[in-house]
């Protein structure tokens, strides 16, 4: 079975400074996806970036990049010039690819998530 | 944007009795999913569904039931509500269009049984 793993309970980052959230995954799938959502505290869930995993260019969106190491299964966020507004729970994801309807190859395993606190 | 909407931000119940958390869409998205997320234990999935009176169990489906009757409602029912199910329950649905499309969630209910 896929297993997710972030092991970083709590970060904490400087303001404008550059913090790196680490996720490992374990599958024996050639070809799946991988998310990173962000909880921000009482408020919805939100994708933050995804990656597919037959792509070797790494997923970026604007201050949020990853470093995708599919050999090493590794999977870590790069939050780039840190705001207050990305203080929140995050959290790494893995679903398989292709998505079977009927079973739970489609599903979301997530990691346990990491804390990150933003300092002004 | 997609709104995916939970039907109660909080909930308050009583051991023994029957709780429905319901969860509406506006994307007509196929599937949709309940999770269960616990400090420290991250999402799991109870329940999903990909399409109208179609279920599937997750990896938690003990003490938990689901019904979808129409495309964008999809219900999470504690048959007889336990202590153990303290919990915030995150709602979340997601187009069939392929493995790539992503979740969009709900507030979320959080639910205390006393």
């Known amino acids: 079975a896929q297993t997710v793993t972030q092991s970083q309970p709590e970060m904490s980052v400087q303001e404008a400074e550059t913090v790196t959230l680490s996720c490992t995954y374990d599958?024996?799938?050639?070809?799946?996806?991988l998310f990173w959502y962000k909880q921000p505290p009482s408020r919805q869930m939100i994708l933050v970036i995804r990656?597919?995993?037959?792509?070797?260019q790494n997923a970026t969106e604007n201050r949020f990049s990853v470093n995708f190491q599919k050999a090493a299964k590794s999977f870590s966020l790069k939050i780039s010039d840190s705001q207050l507004g990305d203080a929140a729970m995050y959290f790494c994801?893995?679903?398989?690819?292709?998505?079977?309807?009927?079973?739970?190859?489609?599903?979301?395993?997530f990691g346990k998530g990491t804390k990150l606190s933003v300092k002004p | 944007d997609v709104k995916v909407t939970q039907s109660s931000r909080y909930l308050v119940k009583r051991t023994g009795e029957k709780v429905f958390l319901e969860c509406v869409q506006d994307?007509?998205?196929?599937?949709m999913f309940w999770y269960r997320q616990d400090p420290g234990l991250g999402l799991r999935l109870i329940y999903f569904?990909?399409?109208?009176?179609?279920?599937e169990k997750g990896d938690i489906p003990e003490g938990y039931s689901v019904s979808r009757e129409k495309k964008e409602r999809f219900s999470l029912i504690l048959e007889s509500a336990s202590t153990n199910q303290t919990s915030m329950y995150l709602c979340?649905?997601?187009?069939?269009?392929?493995?790539?499309?992503?979740?969009?969630f709900g507030d979320g209910t959080r639910l205390s049984i006393l």
């Open positions: 569904s990909y399409d109208v009176k179609m279920k």
């Open positions: 979340a649905s997601s187009s069939g269009q392929g493995a790539g499309e992503p979740q969009h």
């Open positions: 599958t024996s799938e050639s070809d799946y996806y």
């Open positions: 994307m007509d998205h196929e599937n």
């Open positions: 994801a893995y679903r398989r690819s292709p998505m079977n309807y009927g079973g739970s190859q489609g599903n979301l395993i």
């Open positions: 990656q597919e995993a037959y792509k070797q």
